[in-house]
């Protein structure tokens, strides 16, 4: 009696296919991957601009709210105390103490917020290439514009416009972000 043969396992053509198949899947399945990387990557830009405008708000409007507070016996004029410069260029100016007049001034320079601090000096803005400026922001601002308050409304608005690029792409996640502030001091004027 002979052993019986079997002719078991796969062939070369069911394992090709099997292979291509699985080749098909395994490339979609990546696509689909970096679509969500990069789409992440758009939501993490977003984020770090809405922060970052967020921030700048908070830098300026301690400053905008002392904006002519008034201390000393020489009146501050509304010119002096909120001056506006030039465009994305503002300048404050406050009392500390009995002693002590402030100029606060904000431009932004290579898309970052800077500022200038200067005490006693009068509230007259020195020249924009006088140093003592200081970096305070990421490099994402793509302008400042500071809006006159009109009369009997005594805010302030600032409207930012900030840009990034996404990483990973040639993308350049953009948002416009505006925020009305306050001029309390500038109230009691």
């Given amino acids: 009696m002979q052993p019986k043969v079997y002719n078991a396992g796969f062939s070369l053509t069911e394992l090709m296919s099997t292979l291509a198949i699985i080749g098909l899947i395994s490339a979609a399945m990546l696509g689909v991957m970096n679509n969500l990387n990069t789409q992440s990557e758009r939501m993490n830009a977003q984020t770090e601009l809405l922060t970052s405008g967020a921030q700048v708000f908070d830098l300026i409007e301690p ?29 404050f100016c406050f009392d500390t103490d009995a002693t002590t007049r402030r100029r606060v001034e904000f431009r932004v320079t290579g898309k970052r917020l800077q500022q200038r601090t200067t005490d006693n000096d009068g509230c007259t803005a020195a020249p924009a290439d006088d140093p003592g400026w200081r970096d305070m922001s990421e490099q994402t601002l793509a302008s400042i514009q500071f809006i006159q308050p009109t ?30 502030m306050p001029l309390y001091a500038l109230t009691a004027l």
């Fill in 63 to 91: 400053w905008v709210a002392l904006a002519g507070y008034r201390v000393q016996s020489a009146a501050l004029s509304e010119g002096d105390a909120l001056e506006f410069i030039g465009a994305g260029y503002i300048k």
């Fill in 151 to 180: 009369p009997g409304a005594p805010t302030l608005d600032v409207r930012l416009e900030l840009e990034k690029i996404v990483t990973g792409t040639n993308e350049t996640a953009r948002t416009t972000m505006r925020k009305r």
